[in-house]
């Protein structure tokens, strides 16, 4: 009895539910990110443990990037109160899987580096903005160096 009870105790405790996130698409072999970490080339699939949103983005050469939001739901045997005895008091090795398949749009003739001034423009506006928001006064010059006051000996 001694020994059957440990036994038992760990077998059930590898039978809680195996939650997977899988994600493909076409084509394959596009670089994945999910939240702010690169995982690797598609079809990519990893176990998870918490339900919630993640944000799926995907990189390949040839093609425009694409991000999407996906929400994982969890499951009726994954709720509370009913998880308390799915998961613990009587693990029956529920499997939940999850598929994102997303596709990647071609990119149309000659990719360009995009033009930047715009940007660095409002970047510089936005950076010199006092609590009112941007002013409407030209971007300042670099400023005069302020002397250093002399060593004392």
């Known amino acids: ?3 059957l009870l440990p036994v038992l ?3 059930c405790a590898g039978c ?3 939650r997977t996130l899988t994600v493909v698409s076409d084509p394959p072999g596009a670089t994945l990110r999910i939240d702010d970490r690169v995982v690797g080339p598609t079809p990519y699939t990893e176990h998870f443990s918490d ?3 993640r944000r799926i983005t995907l990189y390949k050469a040839g093609f425009r990037s694409r991000s ?3 929400t994982l739901n969890a499951p009726w045997y994954a709720r509370f109160p009913i998880d308390i005895f799915s998961e613990i008091v009587f693990p029956l090795g529920w ?3 999850h598929v994102v398949k997303l596709g990647l749009e071609p990119v149309k003739g000659e990719v360009t580096m995009p ?3 715009p940007v660095l423009e409002r970047a510089e506006a936005l950076r010199l903005a006092g609590p009112d928001g941007p002013s ?3 971007p300042r010059t670099n400023p005069k160096p302020v002397p250093h006051p002399p060593e004392k000996p």
């Open 68 to 70: 999407e939001v996906v």
């Open 115 to 117: 033009d930047l001034s």
């Open 95 to 97: 499997k939940d899987p």
């Open 16 to 18: 809680a539910a195996q």
């Open 136 to 138: 409407q006064l030209p």
């Open 1 to 3: 009895m001694r020994v």
């Open 51 to 53: 339900y919630g949103t």
């Open 9 to 11: 105790l760990a077998a």
